[in-house]
Nanobody, 124 residues
Framework: VQLQASGGGLVQTGGSLRVSCAVS???????IAWFRQAPGKEREFVAA????????SYLDSVKGRFTISRDNSRSMVFLQMNSLKPDDTAVYFC???????????????????WGQGTLVTVSS
């Protein structure tokens, strides 16, 4: 599985941005996630869709603002980000796993496959 993230950029506070991830071999048996890492901070979970539940899971601080989606026919994963805040500034990484269990969905160690990251900068 190979992942390629894109779509990052500079946006003003309150603006919107959609980051994309091309996932080779994406199927319904693949769980997908977005993580982010801000300067000087640890990587943190943002959103995910587990292969079995199909329901999205979100970091509390992005609920209602971010939406994760997938298009298996196009092998694409998306993260739509609205009402962006300066605290959302980070490098965003897409990740994939064929084995992650539901209870470990938010743990970065659960994902074997990672994209290279795309930088999102929110100006105040």
């Amino acid at each position: 599985v190979q992942l390629q993230a894109s779509g990052g950029g500079l946006v003003q506070t309150g603006g919107s941005l959609r980051v994309s991830c091309a996932v080779s071999g994406l199927t319904s048996s693949t769980s997908i996630a977005w993580f982010r890492q801000a300067p000087g901070k640890e990587r943190e979970f943002v959103a995910a869709i587990h292969r079995s539940s199909g329901r999205p899971s979100y970091l509390d601080s992005v609920k209602g603002r971010f939406t994760i989606s997938r298009d298996n026919s196009r092998s694409m994963v998306f993260l739509q980000m609205n009402s962006l805040k300066p605290d959302d500034t980070a490098v965003y990484f897409c990740a994939a796993s064929r084995t992650v269990i539901l209870s470990a969905l938010r743990l970065s160690d659960s994902y074997a496959y990672w994209g290279q990251g795309t930088l999102v900068t929110v100006s105040s």
